[in-house]
T-cell receptor, first 114, second 110 residues
């Protein structure tokens, strides 16, 4: 399977704990994106990388959130001191730099903060 | 303010019926994507439309991009239970971020 993969698929944590999610993009894609989706809403943009550089961050990405893509391949999204409002589906997508900008999504990581 | 408005938000139909859902905006887009999402899964790309007035077909699904590239529609012919899902439209906003509508939840009853 050469699609976007995410790990873990589900995460339950207690408020105040730190969590880290991983995304492996389609191998030829040099752009990688993180989105968050809450119930009844479409995905909302968080941040994106071109190769290893983080080029844009949404105001939704508070100081407790940090994303990295150290070698320009996989990416991690860490949430520190989780809050109940962080409960959501975290989606990763990847794309080529050129073309129509079509983004291909992974299966997501569903986070529940108790 | 939602950049993309999708209507209706929820639609329930009998198997074999036809349906159309809409994605509207006041902004002009260079391209627009339609995705389908099932519960607990990520969005799966169905189609990208680029040219104003463009019509693309994917089996029983017909996608149309408005002439002014501000809106799009998705028509499903002879709907089947497997068509059940959340249909999301999305467009590039700024340089690289996708803006999504809230989706059209379609339920096809056998």
């Amino acid at each position: 399977d050469t699609g976007v993969s995410q790990d873990p698929r589900h995460k339950i944590t207690k408020r105040g704990q730190n969590v880290t999610f991983r995304c492996d993009p389609i191998s030829e894609h040099n752009r990688l994106y993180w989105y968050r989706q809450t119930l009844g809403q479409g995905p909302e943009f968080l941040t994106y990388f071109q190769n290893e550089a983080q080029l844009e961050k949404s105001r939704l990405l508070s100081d407790r959130f940090s994303a990295e893509r150290p070698k320009g391949s996989f990416s991690t999204l860490e949430i520190q001191r989780t809050e109940q409002g962080d409960s959501a589906m975290y989606l990763c997508a990847s794309s080529f730099v050129t073309g129509t900008g079509t983004q291909y999504f992974g299966p997501g990581t569903r986070l529940l903060v108790l | 303010t939602q950049l993309l408005e999708q209507s209706p938000q929820f639609l329930s139909i009998q198997e074999g019926e036809n349906l159309t859902v809409y994605c509207n905006s006041s902004s002009v887009f260079s391209s627009l994507q339609w995705y389908r999402q099932e519960p607990g899964e990520g969005p799966v790309l169905l189609v990208t439309v680029v040219t104003g007035g463009e019509v693309k077909k994917l089996k029983r699904l017909t996608f149309q991009f408005g002439d002014a590239r501000k809106d799009s529609s998705l028509h499903i012919t002879a709907a089947q239970p497997g068509d059940t899902g959340l249909y999301l439209c999305a467009a590039l906003y700024g340089n690289n971020r996708l803006a999504f509508g809230k989706g059209n939840q379609v339920v096809v009853i056998p």
